[in-house]
């Protein structure tokens, strides 16, 4: 399977397309894809990675403000 990666290069403000070649669970791939909603194995790969890095982000503010933070219902 070929990976396409497109990253946002912040810098030039564009897409930087990227092609990697790796193996994968076709089975595991095309249940993400089922998943995430998206057509091809490329962008359940694609989502995959971005919930990943986005949960690692998430968990590492969460433990950084740790007991700092106070959160507040809707209309409260």
Do not use: P
Not at 5 to 31: A, F, P
Not at 38 to 61: N, P
């Amino acid at each position: 399977m070929i990976l396409i990666e497109y990253i946002y290069n912040k810098e030039k403000e564009d897409m930087t397309l990227t092609i990697t070649s790796i193996r994968l669970d076709t089975h595991l791939d095309d249940e993400a894809a089922k998943v995430f909603g998206v057509k091809s194995r490329t962008e359940a790969v694609q989502v995959a990675l971005k919930e990943i890095v986005a949960l690692k982000r998430f968990k590492d503010l969460m433990r950084k403000n740790a007991g700092k933070l106070s959160f507040a219902g809707h209309g409260e």
